[in-house]
């Protein structure tokens, strides 16, 4: 059964320069994350791979689940346990024809048809959002509300992760729509204890939505 964590921290050296990709997923990992995304839109590819097999090193040895974001060869180069694939990234399909049944396999989705979409093409889990307004993404749509958020838990028979602004003063009302589990980049990233941003994003992630 593929392990689909429930707290994914998305790795940035965009938003801060402070702390390296492989600096921010120890912290990250020390602070609770089970799921580290390394994301970088640009650079050379060399470099990118050198990266990224660091992460994943660090992941395997803390039992964690490495996925890289959109670069499906830096994802083959470094072994990681997948990819997640935005709207516009490489095909779902395609990318599982080249990484096998058991890669993790996630896809993004704004709305009800993109979600179905993913579904359709055999996506693993969801990134549902942005569910609140985001400075972190230049490429989110608008904030979908924790309404259509509800609609696509009860619809899509897949783990949805939701993403998008979400932070410590809204967890529990997302957590309340029923998600499988949230995805966070400034949350952690651009805080100025990355560890212990973590560790209570985790401890909010534990505390029962319906008590």
Request: aromatic share 4%.
């Amino acid at each position: 059964m593929k392990k689909i964590g429930r707290f994914h921290v998305l790795t940035d050296t965009l938003l801060q320069c402070r702390l390296s990709h492989v600096e921010l997923a120890e912290l990250a990992i020390a602070g609770g994350a089970d799921t580290i995304q390394f994301r970088q839109k640009g650079g050379a590819t060399r470099e990118m791979i050198r990266v990224a097999e660091q992460m994943r090193a660090l992941c395997k040895r803390t039992g964690v689940t490495f996925v890289v974001n959109d670069r499906v060869d830096v994802a083959i180069a470094s072994h990681a346990d997948g990819v997640h694939l935005g709207q516009d990234d490489f095909p779902i399909p395609l990318a599982r024809k080249l990484l096998g049944e058991e890669a993790i396999i996630g896809g993004s989705a704004g709305s009800m048809e993109e979600a179905r979409e993913c579904l359709l093409e055999g996506a693993d889990y969801i990134g549902f959002g942005p569910v609140y307004p985001t400075g972190s993404k230049e490429d989110a749509g608008p904030a979908s509300g924790l309404g259509l958020l509800k609609q696509i838990v009860e619809a899509i028979p897949l783990p949805i992760i939701a993403i998008g602004g979400i932070a410590r003063d809204n967890i529990p009302l997302v957590m309340k729509a029923g998600v499988h589990g949230i995805a966070v980049i400034s949350a952690v990233c651009c805080q100025n204890d990355p560890m212990e941003a973590a560790e209570c994003l985790r401890g909010l992630l534990e505390v029962d939505p319906h008590a």
